[in-house]
């Protein structure tokens, strides 16, 4: 079984309004922000090294390690491949900002993407405008309903009902 299928099983097994399932998630929301708060600190080094290592530098047991991995796979410029991801495999934390920006967004990772090291790396504006296209993007816009009186949007010019409504 890979690391990060272990990882899948065992924290998305965890109910968080269970005490258990409480203390875990909090651990790794505490150590997930540190991470963040140590990489957006200098957002052109790129931070690397094995699995192991990375866990080891942020005093993390590899499960909560391949749990980060997972979580900011989609935001970094060169995939990691997180899913055939070993202890010893070579990893790469550099991130696109923007994306990683909005992807927090998307998660509602409000303690994230209010951390105050985005201050040095998107101005105000641009995390607006981000924050806006993100959560507009998942709005779902219904077009307005043609009454059958209506004239037809094919514009036939007759009465919706008189042209394509009648097919339907």
Not at 30 to 56: D, F, S, W
Not at 92 to 105: F, H, I, Q, T, W
Not at 112 to 125: A, F, G, N, S, V
Request: proline share 6%.
């Amino acid at each position: 079984m890979s690391l990060l299928t272990e990882w899948r099983e065992h924290a998305y097994s965890l109910d968080d309004r269970t005490p258990e399932g409480k203390e875990f998630w909090l651990d790794y929301f505490q150590r997930e922000k540190a991470i963040y708060e140590k990489i957006l600190e200098n957002p052109v080094e790129i931070e690397g090294g094995t699995v192991k290592e990375l866990a080891e530098k942020y005093d993390m047991s590899i499960e909560l390690m391949i749990g980060f991995l997972d979580g900011i796979e989609d935001s970094l410029i060169v995939p990691n491949k997180v899913d055939e991801l070993e202890e010893d495999s070579q990893v790469a934390l550099g991130y696109d900002p923007e994306k990683l920006y909005m992807n927090m967004v998307d998660c509602n990772a409000e303690w994230l993407y209010t951390l105050p090291q985005w201050d040095k790396i998107l101005t105000p504006e641009r995390r607006k405008e981000l924050y806006k296209i993100q959560k507009s993007s998942k709005t779902i816009v219904k077009p307005p309903k043609v009454g059958r009186n209506d004239p037809c949007p094919c514009g036939s010019g007759k009465k919706y009902k008189k042209c394509c409504g009648a097919n339907a």
